[in-house]
């Protein structure tokens, strides 16, 4: 099978200064199935666009960009984890910034914690309409329902969260007793995202994870989701959360979308921003 790969992504592993990679898998997604999907559609989209962007004043050609493909999955998350954790590791051992693209939200996990061998001050930065701090969700610990509470304990508590707008009483709970910095969609449209993004660079000044779940934007603009929720963010904010942090970021994912619920926009808007990313981060350098 012929695997289209992301637009501009010329460059040869060893030349690359970003290594980008598919995750077909969504084994565990609690409502649709389909985030298996967005890689490859994603890479598909990602060929409208012009390889020049004047908002970031980068042409991406001028990137040194690597696709990696998509990983090799496995039936279950736990294997899943394992066979893709070798090749975050190796992405980040070798001074790459690695770029992956889901797949559910669970796929995070081991390139986080790559990103922290080389940086013990990791902090991770999530946007997301859910708290995902469940323990553990229909018996699986490794369901995209709890990737934020795995982050937490088991890597870094540098952590804040942007666009929260569904969680159940005990996540919620949780996360006050332990004075967790979750903003919700609401806090972005009261207090203004570059005021959101202020408060959490006062925290997180190191290196940063950034890990975008696409539902965490409105589904008006992205309805192809895994699991959708209104009253979300604009992909404007996403975009300014990416510009502002991209200094800081040595590690990115995009996850969530299920591209069989749409005609091609929220890949296309999946794209972009991954896009966005490379030019803001490249610019950064
Ligand atoms: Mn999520
Ligand atoms: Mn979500």
Redesign the pocket.
């Known amino acids: 099978m012929s695997t289209t790969l992301f637009a501009d992504a010329n460059s040869d592993y060893n030349k690359a200064r970003y290594v980008i990679c598919g995750v077909p898998f969504d084994g565990t997604s609690s409502f649709r199935l389909g985030s298996r999907l967005a890689p490859q559609e994603m890479r598909v989209s990602s060929y409208n666009f012009e390889t020049y962007s004047n908002f970031f004043d980068i042409d991406l050609t001028d990137v040194q960009i690597h696709d990696a493909g998509d990983l090799e999955v496995a039936v279950t998350i736990d294997e899943t984890l394992e066979l893709i954790s070798v090749h975050a590791e190796k992405y980040v051992r070798d001074g790459k910034i690695p770029i992956m693209l889901g797949g559910e939200?669970s796929l995070t996990f081991p390139f986080v914690n790559a990103c922290k061998t080389k940086y013990p001050d990791i902090g991770f930065v999530?946007l997301?309409?859910?708290m995902?701090m469940r323990e553990e969700y229909g018996g699986e610990k490794n369901s995209?329902?709890c990737?934020?509470r795995h982050i937490i304990e088991d890597v870094t508590n540098k952590y804040a969260s942007v666009g929260i707008r569904s969680g159940n009483r005990e996540e919620y709970e949780y996360v006050r007793e332990n004075n967790i910095k979750v903003f919700s969609a609401e806090d972005v449209i009261s207090k203004g995202i570059k005021s959101v993004i202020e408060d959490i660079q006062k925290d997180i000044r190191g290196p940063i994870y950034l890990s975008v779940?696409m539902?965490a934007v409105d589904p008006a603009y992205a309805p192809a989701l895994g699991t959708p929720e209104p009253y979300g963010i604009t992909p404007r904010d996403v975009r300014e959360v990416i510009l502002c942090l991209a200094p800081q970021i040595v590690g990115f994912d995009l996850?969530?979308i299920a591209p069989e619920y749409d005609s091609g926009g929220t890949a296309l808007l999946g794209a972009k921003l991954v896009r966005d990313f490379l030019a803001a981060s490249a610019r950064s350098q």
């Open positions: 939200h999530v997301d309409a859910h995902d995209h329902a990737i934020s779940d539902d996850v969530e």
